[in-house]
């Protein structure tokens, strides 16, 4: 059974920045809130039956080019090892088209050894959002396969749930925190007896 590495790219807005999503201001704080909501229910988890690993990167809004650096210098600071990977994005600007999200991370994952993505999790997701990363995921797919890649011909597993107008973070925690602890339990190493304390996350800030 392989180990699992929880990874949360969770926007942070810069307070004196000029916002590009509506109302991400207002909510960008209850993005980190969330993100170590969910740390403190998986270190238990982590003390408690299966050993993995997880990794908070709160990653900077800004304009799309620097973001898409930004997103990559992230990426490149992720350990290299046989971990799964599931990546969690809390934030509209992670769902945003121009950003390329699911692209940066295939990139990524190709240029490691063996195919390590287990999946990409948008939490914060409109109708139209869904429609294109849909899309995009299909011509992504057939790329792969016009180009006759064989051991890689699948783009990753990507998931997400379709925001309401509201866009509270806390009324789908349990789902974001229950579809976690399935890939956790799946891909986590078994811990023998009572298992072992859990050591801390780590936290990477994009100044």
């Known amino acids: 059974m392989s180990s699992m590495r929880v990874v949360f790219l969770v926007e942070d807005e810069l307070p004196s920045s000029t916002s590009h999503e509506p109302d991400s201001s207002k909510h960008s704080g209850s993005y980190v809130a969330l993100a170590d909501a969910l740390v403190a229910n998986l270190q238990m988890r982590k003390a408690s039956d299966v050993k993995f690993e997880f990794m908070i990167l709160r990653i900077k809004h800004g304009e799309i080019s620097p973001l898409q ?3 990559k210098n992230h ?3 992720l350990p290299c090892d ?3 990977v599931l990546f969690i994005a809390l934030g509209p600007m992670f769902s945003r088209p121009k950003l390329e999200l699911i692209k940066l991370i295939k990139e990524w994952d190709d240029h490691r050894t063996g195919d390590i993505c287990y999946g990409i999790h948008f939490q914060h997701v ?3 959002q869904a429609y294109a990363i849909k899309n995009r995921l299909k011509e992504i797919q057939g790329s792969e396969v ?7 011909s699948s783009p990753p597993a990507v998931t997400g749930l379709i925001e ?3 866009r509270n973070c806390a009324a789908s925690f ?9 890939a956790v339990g799946e891909n986590g190493n078994r811990l023998a007896g009572k298992g072992i304390p859990s050591g801390k996350g780590l936290t990477i800030s994009h100044c």
């Open 82 to 84: 046989a971990h799964k």
């Open 69 to 71: 650096e930004s997103m």
């Open 174 to 182: 349990p789902v974001l925190l229950y579809m976690i602890h399935l």
């Open 146 to 152: 016009n180009t006759e890649k064989t051991t890689r």
């Open 164 to 166: 309401n107008d509201n």
């Open 126 to 128: 409109t109708a139209m």
């Open 75 to 77: 990426l490149d600071l």
